[in-house]
């Protein structure tokens, strides 16, 4: 089995930066892409980023290109996601996700194992 574990949300403030961490633990060669997704009550949960541990070629939503920067460690199980200038919009708990295949998805239903969550919140 693959366990993720999230870290790195709270309160912060328009504008200002936020980096959120995932660790992986178990049976850590088996994922091949790493991402990150996002929900707020009533919505589906959406696609922010994602990097393949293979190359770390990296994908993004539009709506965080050039904000949000996704990265991982040379182990390969620890994850970042880097938030800078962040808006309230960005407000939302976010997860951490693993596949298994090595081509990168941004469907939620493509991922194998999940995080918890931690929540971002972001106040104006």
């Known amino acids: 089995q693959v366990q993720l574990v999230e870290s790195g949300g709270g309160l912060v403030q328009a504008g200002d930066s936020l980096r959120l961490s995932c660790e992986v633990s178990?049976?850590?060669?088996?994922?091949?892409?790493m991402a990150w997704f996002r929900q707020v009550p009533g919505k589906e949960r959406e696609f922010v980023a994602a990097?393949?541990?293979?190359?770390?070629?990296?994908e993004y939503a539009d709506f965080v290109k050039g904000r949000f920067t996704i990265s991982i460690n040379g182990n390969r199980d620890t994850t970042w996601l880097q938030m800078n200038t962040v808006k309230v919009e960005d407000t939302a708990v976010y997860y951490c996700?693993?596949?298994?295949?090595?081509?990168?998805?941004?469907?939620?239903?493509?991922?194998?194992?999940w995080g918890q969550g931690t929540q971002v919140t972001v106040s104006s």
């Open positions: 996700a693993a596949r298994t295949r090595i081509d990168i998805s941004t469907m939620a239903n493509d991922y194998d194992y």
């Open positions: 178990g049976r850590t060669w088996l994922p091949a892409v």
């Open positions: 990097i393949k541990k293979f190359d770390e070629n990296q």
